[in-house]
């Protein structure tokens, strides 16, 4: 059970507030953080962290249990009215790999650094609609993630293309991860796969 710090409990207890309650989502892709409340205007948290979260409609569903033994599941929906957070989820392989944490905060005491409550989740699959994108939510743990955590491939590359460790930047638009697209782009030194490993296939590796 979540325990509220003391100053929460003295707003809660209040006859009245002018203060509510923020909910904060942070979705952190692979080398793209987004960061939005549920408000109607930008806020800064924690006060003299420079962090802005920005004010965005989004809607969060009830967490999803059943007696199969099966884990809870959250569903979050992000307006895409603008297509802003499909361009995301369009750059990053749908979003699938990305992690999702959930934060609420008082707006009347946004110095406070510790969140009132403060939950992780993984993205198990994204859809998108003229007026939502949907990201399926579960929980952040060791028996949802791969292990060993690391896979080393003889002839793929991992890193995206034109990204910072692929570190392109010719004129060639596309490229299919292999060691001979990246010769035809002059930039096998920076090749992200393992060609010396033997045989076919790939290696897991722990770190």
């Known amino acids: 059970m979540y325990s509220l710090s003391a ?4 707003e809660k207890n209040k006859i009245s507030s002018t203060g509510t309650w923020l909910v904060l989502i942070e979705i952190q892709f692979q080398g793209e953080t987004i960061r939005v409340v549920n408000n109607n205007e930008d806020i800064e948290w924690p006060t003299g962290s420079g962090t802005i979260w920005t004010g965005f409609p989004f809607e969060l569903g009830e967490v999803s249990e059943n007696s199969k033994g099966e884990l ?7 307006s895409n009215v603008t297509r802003t957070i499909q361009q995301y989820l369009e750059e990053y392989a749908g979003g699938t790999d990305a992690t999702v944490i959930l934060r609420v905060v008082m707006s009347e005491h946004l110095e406070l650094t510790t969140p009132e409550l403060i939950e992780t989740f993984s993205v198990k699959s994204t859809s998108t609609s003229a007026q939502w994108a949907t990201f399926n939510l579960g929980p952040d743990c060791a028996t949802t993630q791969r292990i060993p955590p690391d896979r080393y491939m003889q002839n793929f590359c991992p890193f995206k293309f034109k990204g910072i460790k692929c570190g392109y930047s010719g004129s060639e638009s596309s490229c299919n991860k292999t060691l001979a697209s990246c010769r035809v782009c002059h930039n096998s030194t920076r090749f992200g796969g393992e060609p010396g490993i033997p045989g076919a296939g790939g290696l897991y590796v722990s770190s």
């Open 7 to 10: 100053i929460a409990k003295l």
């Open 72 to 78: 809870p599941s959250l569903q979050l929906k992000v």
